[in-house]
Structure formats: C-alpha cells, structure tokens
C-alpha cells in the first residue's frame, strides 16, 4: 500500500511558476513508476508527465513539453512536478500518482495508487 499526498498548488498569474511535490508513504517508492495528471471542471482527468522507477525516464504530454519538469527523490520518497510559463488552460486539479512495475504509463487506468489532489488556479 502506498499513500500519496500532494502539495504546492495554489492561484498565479500566467507566466508564473510553481513546483508540486508528492511525498509517498512506504518503503518500496524507488520501485514504482510516477505520474501527474490532471482535471480540468467538466474534463476527463489527463496525463501530464511521468517517470520511471530510477528517474533515468520521463514522458510529457505534448501540452506541456519544455514547460514542466518532473523528477524525483527516491531517499526523500518524493516526486516533483515544476511548472514554468503556467497558461491560463493549465487550471486544473493536480493528482500524483504511482504505477507498480516501475514504467512509465499514460493511462489512468495504468496507475494503482492516487492522491488526493491539488488545486492550481492560473489568472490571465
């Protein structure tokens, strides 16, 4: 079993910056891929970037590549999300997320465990 909690969210103007941190409870972190998602009022929840199990791997959405950067801290049991030049259409609600198996997945579906989210509001 794995306990995720996120933090870091809040309101900025656009062309802000802000970084999301996920701690994980348990032992066995450095086992699990990693995953943010997030969902926008009256959306589906969507992928936003993921990383393998050593960090050595990450996958964006295409929305956000050159924008946002996700790593990890496996002696710390924590995954990051820094967002840089934030738009408006990144308000949503950020989900961490950890996958067995260690690779990277897209899917919602892909993932075993889920915080409980984070609001991050961009002003225009």
């Known amino acids: 079993q794995v306990q995720l909690v996120e933090s870091g969210g809040g309101l900025v103007q656009a062309g802000d910056s802000l970084r999301l941190s996920c701690a994980a409870s348990?032992?066995?972190?450095?086992?699990?891929?990693m995953g943010w998602f997030r969902q926008a009022p009256g959306k589906e929840r969507e992928f936003v970037a993921g990383i393998n199990w050593g960090g050595g791997r990450t996958r964006y959405a295409d929305s956000v590549k050159g924008r946002f950067t996700i790593s990890r801290d496996n002696a710390k049991n924590t995954v990051y999300l820094q967002m840089n030049s934030l738009k408006p259409e990144d308000t949503a609600v950020y989900y961490c997320?950890?996958?067995?198996?260690?690779?990277?997945?897209?899917?919602?579906?892909?993932?075993?465990?889920w915080g409980q989210g984070t609001q991050v509001t961009v002003s225009s």
């Open positions: 997320a950890a996958r067995r198996g260690g690779t990277i997945g897209i899917g919602v579906i892909e993932y075993d465990y």
């Open positions: 348990g032992r066995t972190f450095n086992t699990y891929a």
